[in-house]
T-cell receptor, first 117, second 111 residues
Framework: ETGVTQTPRHLVMGMTNKKSLKCEQH?????MYWYKQSAKKPLELMFV???????ENNSVPSRFSPECPNSSHLFLHLHTLQPEDSALYLCASSQGPGPSSGANVLTFGAGSRLTVL | GQNIDQPTEMTATEGAIVQINCTYQTSGFNGLFWYQQHAGEAPTFLSY????GLEEKGRFSSFLSRSKGYSYLLLKELQMKDSASYLCAVVIYNQGGKLIFGQGTELSVKP
């Protein structure tokens, strides 16, 4: 496996379910990100982890709970979601804290398409 | 606030040239990225500009004018496989290098 891998690729859940999205990067990067992509809207940054520590929570509702056990793995735990949470959830990684230069290009996974019924 | 504008959709003909514009009004600008995203796939890096001017990379070129808050992505010799969404994103240095995205431009290449 190379790059950034996300599982599952598709997920359908009810509003009372609990599920998790998983992201794994094989690039030796130190920063990992969760983004939300809704139709016709810009990518929204949700969470940032640098060296396993959360450095940004972009006012995300508590029904989304991230977990970063090590620099290679990132999870997004989901519970009591709303239909408006249906979207493509993208994981990304970069070499260091923040894409502040061309050296810190974000590498994205293919995303997990979430549908909340 | 931060604001990035791109056209929502564009259509062009195979073999032609197309220019996708991006204008931005942000604080603490520290560079601009262009990403390509095919339907159902991950966004992939195309270019990064931090200084004014044109960066050329094969069929793709990207231009930046910091004084005008303006960038464009130029695609030459269009191919059908260039049909995709093109995302403009600005780096905000005084927010830890945060990347703010535009809504993306959906490009359709017709035969």
């Amino acid at each position: 496996e190379t790059g950034v891998t996300q599982t599952p690729r598709h997920l359908v859940m009810g509003m009372t379910n609990k599920k998790s999205l998983k992201c794994e990067q094989h690039l030796g990067h130190n920063a990992m990100y969760w983004y939300k992509q809704s139709a016709k809207k810009p990518l929204e940054l949700m969470f940032v982890y640098n060296f396993k520590e959360q450095t940004e929570n972009n006012s995300v509702p508590s029904r989304f709970s991230p977990e970063c056990p090590n620099s290679s793995h990132l999870f997004l735990h989901l519970h009591t979601l709303q239909p408006e949470d249906s979207a493509l959830y993208l994981c990304a990684s970069s070499q260091g804290p923040g894409p502040s230069s061309g050296a810190n290009v974000l590498t994205f996974g293919a995303g997990s398409r979430l549908t909340v019924l | 606030g931060q604001n990035i504008d791109q056209p929502t959709e564009m259509t062009a003909t195979e073999g032609a040239i197309v220019q996708i514009n991006c204008t931005y009004q942000t604080s603490g600008f520290n560079g601009l990225f262009w990403y390509q995203q095919h339907a159902g796939e991950a966004p992939t890096f195309l270019s990064y500009n931090v200084l004014d001017g044109l960066e050329e990379k094969g069929r793709f070129s990207s231009f930046l004018s910091r004084s005008k808050g303006y960038s464009y992505l130029l695609l030459k010799e269009l191919q059908m496989k260039d049909s995709a969404s093109y995302l403009c994103a600005v780096v905000i240095y005084n927010q830890g290098g945060k990347l703010i995205f535009g809504q993306g431009t959906e490009l359709s290449v017709k035969p």
